[in-house]
């Protein structure tokens, strides 16, 4: 696995993110790599707390869940990683979600949201590297093509 990791969006990328339409459902990937121990800065009200990284994700889960919901987002597939098939020798994530939002829009209302920022720490203190991918919803079926 590569030793760059990626916890928020490049400039670039995030750009390239609100160039895109924002008006049409989005379906997000989401791949999650927990820290052992949460890294929270200090003086905030969980640091020092010994949480895992997983503890915080969940704590990142129930504070932000609320606003995920008010914006109508939804999660279509949870699942915990086994292997990689293909892809880079060693690369491993501890979860992985697809969320589905009614637009663009509704996900920068969630980011803008005075609440889903102050939750979002603890996303940042979970995590020591995640992927977050969007995605136009397709068709689904039994055919790969």
């Not at 820290?35 to 200090?42: H, I, K, N, S, V």
């Not at 969940?58 to 008010?70: D, H, L, N, W």
């Not at 720490?121 to 995590?127: C, G, K, P, S």
Request: hydrophobic share 35%; with cysteine; aromatic share 14%.
């Amino acid at each position: 696995m590569t030793c760059e990791t990626y916890i928020d969006p490049s400039p670039v990328n995030f750009q390239a993110f609100k160039d895109l339409p924002r008006d049409t459902p989005i379906n997000m990937l989401n791949l999650l790599l927990y820290r052992d121990l949460a890294d929270y800065p200090e003086g905030h009200e969980h640091a020092g707390k010994g949480w895992s990284g997983k503890r915080a994700y969940e704590e990142y889960g129930k504070t932000s869940g609320p606003i995920f919901q008010r914006v109508g987002g939804t999660i279509l597939w949870r699942g915990s990683f086994q292997t990689v098939v293909t892809g880079p020798e060693g690369e491993r994530w501890h979860d992985g979600f697809v969320a589905q939002y009614p637009n663009a829009g509704a996900f920068f209302a969630m980011l803008k949201d005075p609440e889903y920022q102050m939750a979002v720490v603890n996303r940042t203190a979970a995590l020591v590297d995640s992927r977050l991918v969007r995605f136009a919803p397709g068709e689904v079926g039994d055919g790969f093509g």
